[in-house]
């Protein structure tokens, strides 16, 4: 699987996965040039590691009920990322996250993004809630992933533009 690199997702992405371990890896690599002045999340995890390669999340899933294993983990003290309330809008995914039975304010209450991989023609639901904790570590460059999938195999790449959002206005801001 590779994913897409955009304006703001500017990283190549190859991911591999083994069905009959639900083992996933995602592999990126940063498309700034060393010659450029500007750097993105790669950039700077690979400048805070010796520039040497590393881990940058890993994903937990929740098999039955991300929602309550949201709450559970906030109750313990766990911090979220928190997307910005114009994901939740209609014209944005609010369509999207009602057209697969969710309730998009307690998603939003909960900060839960949804990637659906149906195109218009499929009815079965192929959908991927996920949430990102707050960097871990105080060198902004660990987070933890929680995430159901509902028939969906990919890695949310409808929700990278989002978190790339997230991360970077933590990371410009010094508060992950």
Not at 21 to 41: N, R, W, Y
Not at 163 to 171: A, D, G, S
């Amino acid at each position: 699987m590779r994913l897409f690199a955009s304006e703001y997702w500017k990283c190549s992405e190859t991911g591999c996965f083994n069905n009959e371990l639900s083992l996933k890896f995602v592999f990126a690599e940063s498309l700034i040039s060393d010659q450029q002045k500007s750097s993105d999340q790669i950039k700077r995890f690979l400048s805070q590691h010796k520039n040497q390669s590393g881990i940058q999340h890993i994903g937990f899933f929740c098999a039955k009920n991300i929602k309550e294993s949201v709450r559970i983990a906030q109750a313990n003290g766990a911090e979220f990322l928190t997307p910005c309330a114009d994901y939740y809008l209609r014209e944005n995914n609010g369509n999207t996250i009602e057209s697969v039975g969710e309730n998009i304010d307690e998603l939003a209450e909960l900060g839960i993004l949804l990637d659906n991989e149906c195109d218009q023609s499929e009815i079965a639901d192929k959908s991927l809630l996920q949430i990102f904790t707050k960097s871990i570590f105080n060198n902004d460059t660990f987070f933890l992933e929680l995430i159901e999938r509902r028939g969906a195999r990919g890695f949310g790449a409808g929700n990278i533009r989002t978190l790339w959002k997230i991360v970077q206005q933590k990371l410009d801001s010094n508060t992950v």
